[in-house]
């Protein structure tokens, strides 16, 4: 992600939107169409940062904003020129609408491109939304966050949805712990018993007691 965000180029045409748009996908974890229904009144870039999100089944739930993201916003902002001054969407695409999800991928897309310039190892990892939301997720469940906290975040209505994070966070440390060489343990299985072979092995040596002709 800091890779993606490096390759931003503020002095571009669409570079500080991009900006803000990339941070705020990262900062909330959100949905590709939860970012599409941010409104101005949707956000509170004073005292106590946030933006509230409109997420599945019509509920909506608030993420706090990092002051870096709430920066990046603010000049956005500043800048922003709708084709319609009635427009309600605060990210807009470049001739001046509502950006579309397909928007959204595409400016994924480009900056996931332009870092792989100087990060050949991300070509195997291609950005897209949903790669960001799982993104967050992870760095909260790696900063001991509580699952059940990250649900709340992400605007889970199952539990169980948010449990694969931990699954994969799991495979993680199994990938950890392989790199690691176990203690050597010379003590012999239980039924490796010396007696025990020797009478087993001289009753496989005794005479046949039933012949079949």
Same mark, same amino acid.
């Given at each position: 992600?800091?890779?993606?965000?490096?390759? $931003?180029?503020?002095? &571009?045409?669409?570079?500080i939107?991009?900006?803000?748009?990339?941070?705020?996908?990262?900062? =909330? +974890?959100?949905?590709?169409?939860? #970012?599409?229904? #941010?409104?101005?009144?949707?956000?509170?870039?004073?005292?106590?940062?946030?933006?509230?999100?409109?997420?599945? +089944?019509?509920?909506?739930?608030?993420? @706090?904003?990092?002051?870096?993201? $709430?920066?990046?916003?603010?000049?956005?902002?500043?800048?922003?020129? @709708?084709?319609? @001054?009635?427009?309600?969407?605060?990210?807009?695409?470049?001739? +001046?609408? @509502?950006?579309?999800?397909?928007?959204?991928?595409?400016? =994924?897309?480009?900056y996931?491109?332009?870092?792989?310039?100087?990060?050949?190892?991300?070509?195997?990892? *291609?950005?897209?939304?949903h790669?960001?939301?799982? =993104?967050?997720?992870? !760095?909260?469940? !790696?900063?001991?966050?509580? #699952?059940?906290? #990250?649900?709340?975040?992400?605007?889970?209505?199952?539990?169980?949805?948010? !449990?694969?994070?931990?699954?994969?966070?799991?495979?993680?440390?199994?990938?950890?712990l392989?790199? $690691?060489?176990?203690?050597?343990?010379?003590?012999? *299985? *239980?039924?490796?018993?010396? &007696?025990?072979?020797?009478?087993?092995?001289?009753?496989?040596?005794?005479?046949?007691?039933?012949? $079949?002709?």
């Amino acid at each position: 992600m800091q890779a993606v965000l490096d390759a $931003v180029d503020i002095n &571009s045409r669409t570079g500080i939107r991009d900006k803000a748009l990339l941070m705020l996908l990262y900062n =909330t +974890g959100a949905r590709v169409s939860e #970012i599409i229904g #941010i409104e101005h009144t949707d956000l509170q870039l004073d005292k106590a940062p946030q933006v509230k999100l409109h997420g599945k +089944g019509n509920k909506d739930r608030s993420c @706090p904003l990092w002051p870096e993201t $709430v920066t990046a916003l603010d000049a956005y902002i500043t800048q922003r020129t @709708p084709e319609d @001054p009635e427009t309600k969407q605060i990210f807009l695409n470049s001739n +001046g609408g @509502p950006i579309t999800r397909f928007g959204i991928r595409h400016v =994924t897309r480009k900056y996931s491109f332009l870092a792989q310039v100087k990060h050949p190892a991300l070509e195997a990892k *291609p950005l897209n939304p949903h790669r960001i939301r799982h =993104t967050t997720a992870m !760095h909260l469940l !790696h900063a001991n966050n509580e #699952i059940t906290m #990250i649900s709340y975040w992400l605007g889970h209505a199952d539990l169980n949805t948010t !449990h694969m994070y931990g699954e994969i966070d799991m495979e993680m440390k199994r990938k950890m712990l392989e790199t $690691v060489d176990a203690p050597k343990d010379k003590s012999k *299985p *239980p039924w490796k018993n010396e &007696s025990l072979l020797r009478w087993l092995e001289k009753l496989t040596q005794q005479p046949e007691l039933c012949a $079949v002709n």
